[in-house]
């Protein structure tokens, strides 16, 4: 088991800056010739603001005449990307003809989480009736910033496992400018994948030097919809044990963990 279990908790000072679920599924052409009324009455409540955006599928064409251009590109190539926002503008419900997705820039819990995401799945379904999806993609955003810890100073081989921040926990830590590590990791389905991308960043705002961890678990299997929410929970649980193996304990503390 790539990751081992862990109890269930919180952490008061959440890392988390952005959580995405992604279920795609075959094209569905009605959702770009009608707009979705229908599903918008239904999830209003929580998600009243509404935005429709119109994207461009890239084509490799390579060198194509302007006044061709625009014949291949056609209608075909411009899908339609419906936006509906809670609110408050933090979390937002993405509709197209190919996904539905559920992100937010702050995160609770699982369960709050989950519950907002199968309240807009549920009418989905009702409406669209998609036999199956092709993948089903959780991702998590944390970016640890030791300031905000009370762990200025603190070096990040004491806060995070050794292993996953390579040579930022050796002796050449104070030579490296910039470093980006990648990881992709079966998990014990044997059908779903963990990509893990560990980096520094720069805080804006203070120019201090931050770890950013973008985990994204997905299954690129045809899942029904009677296993998707299954499958969902088992990335989920993947996810929370992934996070908690990355960070030591003087930093699980200065997180203030809650148990749940």
Request: charged share 25%; proline share 5%.
């Amino acid at each position: 088991m790539p990751f081992p279990e862990v109890d269930r908790i919180k952490y008061k000072k959440n890392p988390l800056t952005d959580v995405i679920c992604q279920f795609r599924f075959p094209p569905v052409l009605k959702i770009d010739a009608v707009t979705p009324a229908q599903f918008q009455d239904v999830i209003r409540g929580r998600f009243p603001l509404f935005l429709e955006k119109q994207e461009v599928i890239q084509h490799n064409l390579g060198l194509v005449p302007a006044d061709a251009l625009q014949q291949l590109l056609g209608k075909s190539s411009i899908i339609k990307n419906y936006e509906f926002y809670s609110a408050d503008e933090i979390s937002k419900v993405n509709l197209t003809r190919t996904f539905i997705a559920l992100s937010t820039h702050k995160y609770s819990h699982w369960g709050e989480f989950f519950d907002n995401f199968t309240f807009v799945l549920d009418p989905f379904l009702g409406i669209y009736n998609s036999p199956f999806f092709t993948r089903i993609g959780l991702r998590y955003v944390d970016v640890f910033n030791r300031s905000n810890l009370n762990l200025t100073g603190v070096e990040w081989s004491e806060l995070l496992d050794s292993h996953y921040l390579g040579l930022l926990a050796s002796d050449l830590k104070e030579r490296i400018h910039n470093f980006e590590n990648s990881y992709e990791i079966r998990l014990s389905d044997d059908i779903s994948i963990a990509r893990i991308i560990i980096s520094q960043i720069i805080d804006v705002n203070t120019q201090e030097k931050c770890i950013k961890i973008d985990a994204d678990f997905s299954t690129t299997q045809r899942i029904p919809p009677k296993d998707a929410l299954e499958k969902l929970n088992y990335l989920h649980l993947r996810a929370t044990r992934l996070i908690r193996q990355f960070i030591k304990p003087r930093l699980h503390e200065a997180l203030e963990p809650e148990k749940l």
